[in-house]
């Protein structure tokens, strides 16, 4: 998975759609688990990137409102302030 990931990001710049396929790739073979989450999130964020600049714009952007959706509903960015009630 490593390896397709390297890879997808090695191309992107001028190989977009093979940078789409390798994150396909590696997405399929990643655990859609609670440890594995984040990763996923990133991935298809790249995914969603790669598919937009290599023309399939309705992918990318289908791809980025299904990372959108698995993203947390309420999140605090590190180092931010809580409401004392959230303590």
Known sequence: ME???????????HAPAASAHWLQAALRL????????EDRLALMLE???AQGISGRLAEGRDTARDCCAGCPRT?????????????
């Open 47 to 49: 995914l969603s990137w």
């Open 75 to 87: 999140t605090t960015p590190a180092g931010a302030a809580r409401p004392a009630s959230a303590r």
């Open 30 to 37: 990643m655990p859609d688990d609670a440890a594995n989450r």
């Open 3 to 13: 390896v397709l990931v390297a890879a997808a990001r090695a191309v992107t710049a």
